[in-house]
């Protein structure tokens, strides 16, 4: 059964950092793009990041509106993808999905960015 | 950036009536490859979105003949057959053919 179970999310200040986990299992990790989607309280989806397999060299593709502040990597090792977001902003506050090549998503992470 | 446009912004349906979404693109969503990366969720109340439809017309795993996607280039429609309760929630598009990738804003679909 595959597994995606997303951790790290939380209440951070204006201008600070977060990483957020995203754990699998239930599959060959190795051969799977993996993907962040972000959703804001009483908003529609938005696509964040990927990141691509060894096959792919890893390659790496981000919203524009998140580029240079966000940055995705993986850990096959772990059969683990990761986000780290820095100056975050209060529209960043968002609920953060991990998802499998957008076939399996986890229940999400709640990001709250406020003084 | 893509942009992809969904009508209706909400859709009211009888149960066992159809339904149908309507996504454009602002460019033609087939790839160098030959295939069109457009893709459709549906995400219910309270829960993380789900799969419908990939690459315009293929249902994923588990999902009910009753969703049909169809279309080509800037086009596509989500029509989904014999309205039942469960189908009620948010429906989107994406698409996976232009970097970066992008999702439609949605049509929310209410049971009458």
Known sequence: EVQILETGGG??????????????????????????????????????????????????YYAESLEGRVTISRDDSKSSVY????????EDTAIYYCTRSRDYWGQGVMVTVSS | DV??????VSLSVT????????????????????????????QKPGQSPQLLIYEVSNRFSGVPDRFIGSGSGTDFTLKISRVE????GVYYCF???HDPLTFGSGTKLEIK
């Open chain 1, 11 to 60: 209440l951070v200040k204006p201008g600070g950092s977060l990483r957020l986990s995203c754990a699998t299992s239930g599959f060959n990790f190795n051969d799977y793009f993996m993907n962040w989607v972000r959703q804001a309280p009483g908003k529609g989806l938005e696509w964040v990041a990927q990141i691509r397999n060894k096959n792919y060299n890893y390659a790496t």
């Open chain 1, 83 to 90: 986000l780290q977001v820095s100056s975050l902003r209060a």
């Open chain 2, 3 to 8: 942009v992809l446009t969904q009508t209706p």
């Open chain 2, 15 to 42: 149960l066992g009536d159809q339904a149908s979404i309507s996504c454009r693109s602002s460019q033609s969503l087939e790839y160098s490859d030959g295939y069109t990366y457009l893709e459709w969720y549906l």
């Open chain 2, 85 to 88: 309760p469960e189908d009620l």
């Open chain 2, 95 to 97: 698409q996976a053919t």
